[in-house]
């Protein structure tokens, strides 16, 4: 298949690190739609994969959960990944982008769309929440007009590269072998005879063993805990600096 560098290259979460060491070694070229998102349930990745991210953060799934950092927790519920990074809470947080079809409504002082090329509706955005709600228990998301742009640019490239003829490499953290495999399986049948590797990270012990298919990489490595400093959400460096090397892999 040839080295890293020739491949297309995208995390297919659990975590942010993933992303994160794929910008630090060159790797990540273009944003991919679970970056710095929280996909933990493997059989949620999996659908969202086998429905090619339909109605992914589609308004009627949406549930606010929590605050982070000034944005929003927001998790799909269909497919259970946690997003808390992509929902600034304060609009004058919202990043203007020039030719970006997002206008301020003058009456209701929420963001609406003129154009956007979705299915999302541009009207009042509410969204049920359970905690730091407001308004009989709904806030408004005022960012998902916004926010769902730059998502669907992610998810169209990431869906170009999948079906891409080029060999494209994916990496998920911290899933048993069993789930992996099971992943395995849903990228065979979306790529068919298209070259591609999934490199699977983590602590799970049989990721020190010989890999039960062409098709994955394994590689033993700890669990991230994130409650160790601000930035241990990145896990260990010199691991990952061995897990992304080309050499390491011969090629």
């Given at each position: 298949?040839?080295?890293?560098?020739?491949?297309?290259?995208?995390?297919?979460?659990?975590?942010?690190?993933?992303?994160?060491?794929?910008?630090?070694?060159?790797?990540?070229?273009?944003?991919?739609?679970?970056?710095?998102?929280?996909?933990?349930?493997?059989?949620?990745?999996?659908?969202?994969?086998?429905?090619?991210?339909?109605?992914?953060?589609?308004?009627?799934?949406?549930?606010?959960?929590?605050?982070?950092?000034?944005?929003?927790?927001?998790?799909?519920?269909?497919?259970?990944?946690?997003?808390?990074?992509?929902?600034?809470?304060?609009?004058?947080?919202?990043?203007?982008?020039?030719?970006?079809?997002?206008?301020?409504?003058?009456?209701?002082?929420?963001?609406s769309f003129r154009c956007l090329r979705t299915l999302y509706p541009p009207a009042r955005l509410r969204v049920r929440a359970t905690q730091n709600s407001s308004r009989d228990g709904a806030i408004e998301l005022e960012s998902y007009p916004w926010a769902i742009r730059?998502?669907?640019?992610?998810?169209?490239?990431?869906?170009?590269?999948?079906?891409?003829?080029?060999?494209?490499?994916?990496?998920?953290?911290?899933?048993?072998?069993?789930?992996?495999?099971?992943?395995?399986?849903?990228?065979?049948?979306?790529?068919?005879?298209?070259?591609?590797?999934?490199?699977?990270?983590?602590?799970?012990?049989?990721?020190?063993?010989?890999?039960?298919?062409?098709?994955?990489?394994?590689?033993?490595?700890?669990?991230?805990?994130?409650?160790?400093?601000?930035?241990?959400?990145?896990?260990?460096?010199?691991?990952?600096?061995?897990?992304?090397?080309?050499?390491?892999?011969?090629?």
């Amino acid at each position: 298949m040839g080295c890293f560098e020739e491949s297309q290259c995208f995390s297919l979460g659990r975590y942010c690190a993933g992303a994160f060491h794929l910008h630090r070694h060159g790797l990540r070229t273009q944003a991919g739609p679970l970056d710095w998102m929280g996909s933990d349930e493997p059989e949620g990745l999996r659908a969202l994969l086998e429905c090619r991210f339909d109605g992914f953060m589609a308004l009627e799934n949406l549930r606010v959960i929590d605050q982070h950092h000034g944005n929003w927790v927001v998790v799909d519920e269909r497919y259970r990944v946690r997003a808390a990074h992509a929902f600034p809470i304060d609009p004058r947080k919202i990043p203007e982008q020039p030719g970006c079809l997002v206008s301020r409504h003058p009456a209701v002082g929420v963001l609406s769309f003129r154009c956007l090329r979705t299915l999302y509706p541009p009207a009042r955005l509410r969204v049920r929440a359970t905690q730091n709600s407001s308004r009989d228990g709904a806030i408004e998301l005022e960012s998902y007009p916004w926010a769902i742009r730059r998502l669907g640019r992610r998810v169209s490239a990431f869906l170009r590269a999948l079906d891409d003829p080029g060999p494209l490499l994916l990496i998920r953290q911290e899933d048993g072998m069993e789930d992996i495999l099971r992943l395995l399986e849903v990228l065979k049948k979306l790529r068919e005879d298209r070259p591609f590797r999934l490199l699977a990270i983590g602590p799970a012990p049989e990721f020190r063993e010989k890999t039960p298919a062409d098709e994955l990489l394994t590689f033993p490595m700890e669990a991230i805990d994130s409650t160790k400093g601000p930035d241990s959400w990145q896990g260990d460096h010199e691991a990952w600096n061995r897990a992304l090397d080309p050499v390491w892999w011969g090629g």
